[in-house]
T-cell receptor, first 114, second 114 residues
Framework: NAGVTQTPKFQVLKTGQSMTLQCAQD?????MYWYRQDPGMGLRLIYY???????DKGEVPNGYNVSRLNKREFSLRLESAAPSQTSVYFC?????????????FGDGTRLSIL | AQTVTQSQPEMSVQEAETVTLSCTYD???????LFWYKQPPSRQMILVIR??????QNATENRFSVNFQKAAKSFSLKISDSQLGDTAMYFC???????????FGTGTRLQVFP
């Protein structure tokens, strides 16, 4: 069982470059999420998608765009990367309405912007 | 808005001993879930234990148990018989029913010494 798969695992960008982080889940989950994790800050929600074709802003959406083209995949795009976006990014998924079940997380993408 | 506070950035414990990690949260809602996640150096996010707010009985999972004090808005994690493999970051998280959005604390880094 693959669960939640994130690609790439590591990436280094130059300021101003663009990049898309990919996330796919094979658990037929409705809801998908993108978080960023910074030292001393815990995980902060960037965007989430409750279902295919819908997306909503989380706590820290500025500088990011997302796309939920189908039920399996939820991508996160940095149009013009900035050093402040250096972070570890996690994708997660859950079946909508089953809040007593845990979110399933991918293994993270470590992104460095120079 | 809901917030989660973990006031202990770092903790240490000797192998086989017991340690308690603190978590407080703030909400005006009555129906919610609370979680403890473990993040080892591998960066995986692993669910340790969860508690439904409507249940008065404290949740227990093997060596892990919680002390849930709803009136005080406190949700501490007790790890008994600590093992070297318990060394990790521990995150407390809050989720309102029907929102599916997790709000994380800033984490506590736990080091288990032999």
């Amino acid at each position: 069982n693959a669960g939640v798969t994130q690609t790439p695992k590591f990436q280094v960008l130059k300021t101003g470059q663009s990049m898309t982080l990919q996330c796919a889940q094979d658990m037929n989950h409705n809801s998908m999420y993108w978080y960023r994790q910074d030292p001393g800050m815990g995980l902060r929600l960037i965007y989430y998608s409750a279902s295919e074709g819908t997306t909503d802003k989380g706590e820290v959406p500025n500088g990011y765009n997302v796309s939920r083209l189908n039920k399996r995949e939820f991508s996160l795009r940095l149009e013009s990367a900035a050093p402040s976006q250096t972070s570890v990014y996690f994708c997660a998924s859950i079946i909508l309405g089953t809040a007593n079940q845990p979110q399933h997380f991918g293994d993270g993408t470590r992104l460095s912007i120079l | 808005a809901q917030t989660v506070t973990q006031s202990q950035p770092e903790m240490s414990v000797q192998e086989a001993e017991t340690v308690t990690l603190s978590c407080t949260y703030d909400t005006s809602e009555n129906n919610y879930y609370l979680f403890w996640y473990k993040q080892p150096p591998s960066r995986q996010m692993i669910l340790v234990i969860r508690q439904e707010a409507y249940k008065q009985q404290n949740a227990t999972e093997n060596r892990f148990s919680v002390n849930f004090q709803k009136a005080a808005k406190s949700f501490s994690l007790k790890i008994s018989d600590s093992q070297l493999g318990d060394t990790a970051m521990y995150f407390c998280a809050f989720m309102l029913i029907n929102t599916d959005k997790l709000i994380f604390g800033t984490g506590t880094r736990l080091q288990v010494f032999p």
